[in-house]
Each structure stands twice: as C-alpha cells, then as structure tokens.
C-alpha cells in the first residue's frame, strides 16, 4: 500500500481493509478465516516525501491479492480514504552499475561506479554528456539503438520491463 496515513499502527491496518472493503469481509466470511491470518504486516516506511504518510509491505493469500488488485483495481478503503495498492515488484536493480538481479552491496563491479546519464565509468556528478539525452546501459548492452534515450532507472526501459515480465511469471500466486 502507498500513501497510507503514519496514524495506523501496524496491528491496526489488516482489521481496517476489512471492515471498510465488504468484497474482502465477504471473502473472510465465506471462508471462515480470520483476517489476521490473511493479512499479515510485513514493514511500514515513513515517506520521506510526505513524512505524514508511509507505505506498508504486507503478506497476503493469493485470493485477498486477487480482490486488492483485480476487484478493488489496486485501491483499497480504509476510513473513507482510498490508498492504492500494488504487488511488490521482485525485481532488484543495483544502484552502483544498474544492472538487475542484485543489489549494489552485492555488486559484481563494485570497483567501477557508473554513471546513470551516460552510462560511463564515472560518477554522475561528473558527467560531461549531462546536456545531452541520456543513454540507458542496459539498451545498449543489449545493443538497442532506438530504445537508447532514457535513463537505466526509467520505466520505459524494454529491458527493464522485460526482466520484469520474466520475474513476475515467476511468482507463485497460489
């Protein structure tokens, strides 16, 4: 969940999606579950944009996941406001070479930094092609030439939505 008000203590949040969305108490009913078993807070972070909203990781079964994203269409009701809902993406993205399946303390070319503009061997502060469009490393490693014009990080990136596509078909829903 993004945008979610920093009031709600963790333990709160799963009771208050059930109580204010009636297709996921419908579901909790039918079943006879307990909404605390379906729903499970994982981690709620500050937003460091808007301090007085976090955004909240939880664990949920397949079908509350399936009502979040495909029946409530990623928005669900706590207390009359609507918070927008996502699956977390799998992907990993290094923020040292912007490369995927791994993270920057884990990063292979820990000894070279580069850069997210041009995708040189540099620091982006300093980058002499910062007046010009920017280069994606991964098009051009995968050697795209007109998919070239946004950054590693956009994503607009094909190679990113690729892998992306690939990760999610690799997620066990059930």
């Known amino acids: 969940?993004?945008?979610?008000?920093?009031?709600?203590?963790?333990?709160?949040?799963?009771?208050?999606?059930?109580?204010?969305?009636?297709?996921?108490?419908k579901f909790l009913d039918e079943n006879s579950l307990e909404v605390d078993k379906v729903i499970e807070v994982k981690k709620k972070k500050q937003n460091p944009a808007k301090p007085h909203l976090c955004n909240v990781i939880m664990k949920v079964k397949p079908e509350i996941r399936n009502i979040l994203i495909n029946e409530l269409n990623g928005r669900v009701n706590i207390e009359y406001s609507y918070i927008h809902v996502e699956d977390m993406s799998p992907l990993r993205q290094c923020f040292h070479c912007f490369g995927f399946k791994h993270i920057a303390e884990y990063c292979p070319r820990k000894n070279r930094q580069i850069c997210l503009h041009c995708g040189g061997e540099h620091q982006i502060s300093e980058c002499m092609n910062r007046d010009d469009a920017p280069t994606c490393l991964n098009c051009r490693i995968e050697q795209l030439p007109s998919q070239r014009n946004h950054t590693a990080i956009s994503r607009d990136c094909p190679v990113m939505l690729r892998i992306m596509k690939n990760s999610l078909n690799q997620v066990n829903y059930a």
């Open 1 to 25: 969940m993004k945008g979610l008000s920093v009031a709600y203590q963790e333990e709160m949040i799963p009771g208050l999606i059930a109580l204010y969305n009636p297709e996921i108490a």
